[in-house]
C-alpha cells in the first residue's frame, strides 16, 4: 500500500480538528495532483521541496497560535502547570497527549524524549517552557507522522498480507468518511482494540455517517466519482437545451448529491 500524503482538504480539517485552527493553512500549497480523477490518490500524492516548505511554514505558524497566551487552545494542549508538577514531567503529559491525537496513534517512549528534549533546548537558550511546547508541537506536525498515514508492516521484506491494527482501521474509516482524522470516540475505540471485528466497524461507520462531518464525502468524493465538479463548467449549446439555466445547473449537481448521501 502507498503511504497515503494528507491532501489539502485532509489538511486544513485535520488541523481544525486538531488545533481548532479554521485559517486553511493548506490552502497555500502546491495544488495536489489528481490521479484516477481523485485528489486523495496517494500514488500520485507527491512531496516535492515546495511543498515540504509550505508546510514547514504552516506548522511555525499554527503552533505559535496554539500556545499563544490566553488562547483556548493553550489551554486544552497545555493541561498541566509546570510550575507545580516540574517543567519534564508537564511536558511529557503534554506532548503525549498531543502526538497521541495528531499521530493517529500513541508516540513511542524514544520519540517523547526527542519531542520533550526539545523543551529543555528551548530552555537552554533562554527560551520559555511555552516556547519549548511549541517547538514540540512543530515537530509533531511537521513528522511524516502526521503529513502520511503510514501503514508500515514491522517486517517489511515479508510477502504475506497481515491485518491492519486498529489504529489503522480508525484513520481509514476517518479519512474515508470525514476527510480528517479520528473523533475521540473512535480514538477510545482504537485504544481498546475494538475495531477488529465487523459489528464494532459498522457500528462506528453507522454513527459517523449520521455526523454532519459525512457531507465531506458527499461533495468531495461525491463529486469526483460522479464529476459534478465539471458543472460549474457545462455550458450546452442553448439551441438544443433552450431550458438549461443556472438553476438547472444547481439542481442537477443537487440530485446527484442527494442521492450519493441516500
Known amino acids: 500500500v502507498t503511504i497515503h500524503r494528507l491532501n489539502i482538504l485532509e489538511y486544513n480539517n485535520t488541523v481544525r480538528d486538531l488545533l481548532g ?34 508546510m514547514e511554514t504552516a506548522a511555525e505558524a499554527l503552533s505559535t497560535a496554539a500556545v499563544a497566551t490566553g488562547s483556548a487552545t493553550r489551554a486544552k494542549i497545555i493541561t498541566c502547570d509546570s510550575t507545580k508538577v516540574g517543567e519534564a514531567a508537564c511536558a511529557m503529559t503534554v506532548m503525549s497527549a498531543f502526538a497521541r491525537k495528531a499521530w493517529r496513534r500513541p ?44 501503514e508500515l508492516d514491522s517486517a517489511p521484506i515479508a510477502t504475506a498480507p497481515r491485518l491492519l491494527n ?8 476517518s479519512y474515508f468518511l470525514w476527510s480528517t482524522m479520528p473523533d475521540d470516540t473512535l480514538t477510545a475505540a482504537a485504544d481498546s482494540g475494538g475495531l477488529q471485528d465487523v459489528p464494532s466497524l459498522q457500528a462506528q461507520a453507522i454513527r459517523m455517517l449520521s455526523d454532519t462531518k459525512a457531507s465531506t464525502m458527499v ?17 450546452p449549446l442553448a439551441t438544443s437545451f433552450p431550458t438549461f439555466d443556472a438553476e438547472c445547473r444547481t439542481a442537477m449537481v443537487q440530485e446527484t448529491n442527494l442521492f450519493f448521501k441516500h
Do not use: C
Open 166 to 173: 486498529s489504529y489503522e482501521i480508525a484513520s481509514r474509516l
Open 219 to 235: 461533495n468531495t468524493m461525491g463529486a469526483q466519482w460522479f464529476g459534478t465538479y465539471k458543472m460549474a463548467s457545462v455550458a
Open 21 to 54: 485552527d479554521t485559517s486553511q493553512p493548506a490552502s497555500a500549497f502546491p495544488e495536489d495532483t489528481g490521479g484516477g480523477n481523485f485528489d486523495n490518490n496517494a500514488d500520485v500524492l507527491a512531496t516535492r521541496p515546495l511543498l515540504f516548505r509550505k
Open 107 to 150: 508516540a513511542t517512549p524514544a520519540e517523547l524524549t526527542r519531542l520533550t528534549a526539545l523543551v529543555s533546548l528551548a530552555k537552554a537558550n533562554g527560551d520559555t517552557f511555552d516556547s519549548g511546547i511549541a517547538l514540540g508541537i512543530e515537530a509533531v506536525l511537521l513528522s511524516p507522522h502526521f503529513a502520511f498515514r503510514p
